[in-house]
């Protein structure tokens, strides 16, 4: 099973980067190929989603950005973020469902993070892969920067190799028992009117 879902995530994650790289534009909609409510649907908006993210990054950090469109920016990256983390937790329900009949060792073990938060790494490390790719693929740039990006790729694939290795383990633990899953749900405080002193002060 870990394969498998593994093999998806390569195929999901290379696709959305692609479709997105079409337009190159963060404004571009997204047209998710997949049907609503599958963890193939989930697994390509989350991946769009640090998609346009990574490049919302690279826009604000403009030294001649407006101020008016660097806060509107701003507000654009919040509401990512949060999207990213339901998406998150959606995934972690689908790992949650996938194994509620797993019987549990007695000796089994937590791991420091949830598949889902592996997953979501993974996802962002298909994105520094791509990009770095086209780092080495420029012809703009001198010899020396286009070695010392070389060098930067082969860590990351190296990295995506290991992370793809370590995330199959954990399923394969968890669905045989020697690993648990435990999720906790986000406590994020400062999206809430009624916990950020901010915004209840304003009430």
Not at 70 to 80: E, F, H, P, Q, V
Request: glycine fraction near 0%; hydrophobic fraction near 35%.
């Amino acid at each position: 099973m870990s394969n498998t879902f593994l093999n998806k995530c390569d195929k999901i994650f290379t696709e959305a980067i692609r479709n997105y790289h079409v337009t190159d534009n963060v404004d571009t909609l997204i047209q998710n190929p997949y049907p609503e409510g599958t963890i193939e649907n989930r697994l390509y908006l989350k991946n769009w989603i640090d998609t346009v993210q990574w490049h919302f990054e690279d826009i604000i950090r403009d030294p001649q950005i407006d101020p008016v469109a660097a806060l509107t920016l701003k507000r654009r990256i919040d509401k990512s973020n949060q999207d990213r983390t339901d998406l998150v937790e959606m995934i972690d329900s689908y790992f949650l469902e996938t194994y509620k009949d797993v019987a549990v060792r007695k000796d089994a073990t937590i791991n420091t993070e949830s598949p889902a938060w592996a997953i979501d790494r993974l996802s962002i490390l298909y994105l520094k892969i791509y990009h770095m790719q086209v780092e080495v693929d420029r012809t703009d740039s001198t010899p020396e920067q286009i070695a010392k990006c070389r060098a930067k790729l082969d860590v990351l694939l190296t990295q995506r190799e290991d992370l793809t290795t370590a995330i199959a383990q954990l399923l394969d633990d968890i669905a045989a028992g020697r690993k648990y899953m435990k999720v906790y749900r986000q406590m994020k405080m400062y999206n809430d009117p009624a916990l950020n002193p901010v915004l209840y002060a304003n009430k």
